[in-house]
Structure formats: structure tokens, C-alpha cells
């Protein structure tokens, strides 16, 4: 994990849909956009459903969705659960949502096991986004 | 960084600062709707179980109701709104901001936030939109229910 190279990359969203208060970040690494990859190759109707709830994400901090869990129980970190995916986020430094990991989900709920590793991913983008804000402020 | 990776970049960055267009906007009124319901839901502390029995419907036909589509009919808006006790009526911004802060359609964003603090976007000409029928202050942080355990992180505000 520790030779990963990561950066991240920020979202600007319509300003139709209003002022934003949370910024929107996802993880680049070693030089691909692994989150935004998998976004890319969804359906025009899957990206379009997913870019507007980013959207309300950004500008409404309380926004309540059943694709939407902000914070997962006995985590740090919450999931954008549209059908079959999931796009996991976390909110760190300065009011800014980072997604950093996808799973596609199969038969049945998401293991324990999973959870877990993905909160070890967790931790380390968010020491890195925190190293990356400080260095590009 | 490739020229595949730096691609996909440009097309993310191009969908996500575009313009919303017409299935966009739907979905935007379809998660404004359920956004207000499950708000209101909460705030009665009307459960599922409560509107699966008021709509006469099982619980999974519920779970199917709120696994939404953009196809969702008006009657099916109107029978939930209802179930839970909400009145739905269909406006538009213009009218929407005349009433909220009496200034002009096309005046500026913090105009048009008005006392609630509540955003509403730039009217468009025509544009439909359902009045939500609960408007709040927000607060920035996670909804109260969604802490299910004590946070120890600094950056998060719970509330």
C-alpha cells in the first residue's frame, strides 16, 4: 500500500444545482482514476442518477436518499449504494467528500470481512488527502 | 499519467460540470421527492412497516417503491406523499422565488436562498418543480440517525 503513488483530483459540479458546501474529491492512483474509471463505463442513466446525488451531496449536507448511507455503522466512512453499486466515500478535512473505493455488489450483503478492508483503505487515502490538502494550500 | 487515464479524466470532468438535461433534471426531482419523505418520515416517526400499511402494500413492494426509477408515475408520488401525510403541489422557480423573497426571477443565488437559508437554483423558464413541503435550515454534518456510533473524528460535526 505505502508505494502506492495517490493524488486526487477535484469535481466541480453545475452551478445550477447550487452553492456547494462539501468539495468533491477522488483518489488518482499511480496515475489512474480507479473510482472514476468504473463511473465512466456505468450507463448514461446509472451516471446521470449518480452525478445529481453527488450533487445534492455537495450542496445539502442533511440529504436523505435511500442510495445514499453518509456514515456506515462502526465506520468513518459512507457508500453511494445506487442498485448494484457502491461507491464509497469519506469526509475529511475541510468539508470535502472523497471517493476512494468501488465494489460492485454480488448475491447477498457486503461481508464484514469487506468493511473492514475497505476502512484500511479508508484510512490511508485519508492520510494522504490530508497530506495533499496541506501541500496545495 | 496515460493517455486512456487522462482521457477519462476529461470526460468526467466535462459530464460532471455539465448542464443537467431533462433525465438529469428527473432524477433530480425524483431524489428532491424521496429526499422529502424520508425527512418527513423521520421527523413523524412514520416507519416503513407504518406506510406499507397505509399504502396496503407488503414490505418489499416498499423497498421496490423506494429502489426508484425516473419513470415513477404521478399517481404512485401522490399515493406515497399522501401515506405519509404530505401535500404535493407542482410550481414553478419563478413563482417559487416570488413567493420566497419577492424578488424578481434571474435575481442573484443569496438572493434567492431567502430566510431558510435554502438554496433554489436560477429559475428557468417553464421549469416545473415540486415545492418541498418541508423546508429546513441545514446544518452541515451527518443526519443525527446515521450515527450509529460515537465519532472520533475531528473533522465530522455530527448534530
Redesign the interface.
Known amino acids: 500500500m505505502l508505494k502506492l503513488k495517490v493524488t486526487f483530483d477535484e469535481i466541480r459540479i453545475p452551478l445550477s444545482y447550487g452553492a456547494p458546501k462539501f468539495g468533491i474529491f477522488h483518489v488518482i492512483v499511480n496515475g489512474r482514476p480507479k473510482v472514476m474509471e468504473i463511473f465512466d463505463g456505468l450507463q448514461e442513466t446509472e451516471k446521470k442518477r449518480i452525478k445529481r446525488l453527488i450533487g445534492f451531496m455537495a450542496t445539502q449536507p442533511d440529504f436523505k436518499s435511500d442510495d445514499l448511507r453518509w456514515q456506515l455503522k462502526n465506520y468513518q466512512y459512507g457508500e453511494l449504494k445506487p442498485r448494484h453499486h457502491r461507491f464509497f466515500f469519506f469526509i475529511s478535512y475541510r468539508n470535502n467528500i472523497v471517493f476512494f473505493d468501488y465494489l460492485e455488489k454480488k448475491k447477498g450483503s457486503v461481508s464484514d470481512e469487506h468493511y473492514e478492508s475497505i476502512n484500511k483503505k479508508r484510512i490511508f487515502y485519508e492520510q494522504e488527502f490530508r497530506r495533499y490538502i496541506e501541500k496545495n494550500s | 499519467?496515460?493517455k486512456n487515464?487522462e482521457d477519462?479524466?476529461k470526460?468526467?470532468?466535462e459530464?460532471?460540470?455539465?448542464?443537467?438535461?431533462a433525465?438529469?433534471k428527473a432524477?433530480?426531482l425524483i431524489?428532491?421527492f424521496?429526499?422529502q419523505v424520508?425527512?418527513y418520515m423521520?421527523e413523524k416517526h412514520i416507519t416503513r412497516a407504518n406506510l406499507s400499511k397505509k399504502l396496503g402494500k407488503s414490505r418489499s413492494a416498499i423497498t421496490q417503491i423506494?429502489?426508484?426509477t425516473?419513470n415513477i408515475s404521478v399517481l404512485k408520488m401522490v399515493e406515497i406523499a399522501d401515506a405519509v401525510g404530505v401535500d404535493l403541489v407542482i410550481t414553478t422557480r419563478k413563482k417559487i422565488e416570488t413567493v420566497k423573497t419577492g424578488t424578481r426571477a434571474g435575481a442573484s443565488?443569496k438572493a434567492a436562498?431567502g430566510s431558510s437559508g435554502r438554496?433554489?437554483?436560477?429559475p428557468?423558464p417553464n421549469q416545473a418543480t415540486v415545492i418541498p413541503p418541508v423546508v429546513?435550515d441545514?446544518?452541515?454534518?451527518?443526519?443525527a440517525s446515521?450515527?450509529?456510533?460515537g465519532?472520533?473524528?475531528e473533522?465530522?460535526t455530527p448534530y
Open positions: 499519467m496515460s487515464s477519462t479524466l470526460r468526467i470532468h459530464f460532471f460540470s455539465a448542464e443537467p438535461d433525465e438529469e432524477w433530480g431524489h428532491e424521496y429526499h424520508l425527512t423521520e423506494f429502489n426508484k425516473p443565488q436562498a438554496y433554489i437554483a436560477p428557468a429546513r441545514r446544518q452541515i454534518g451527518y443526519p446515521e450515527i450509529e456510533k465519532s472520533d473524528n473533522d465530522i
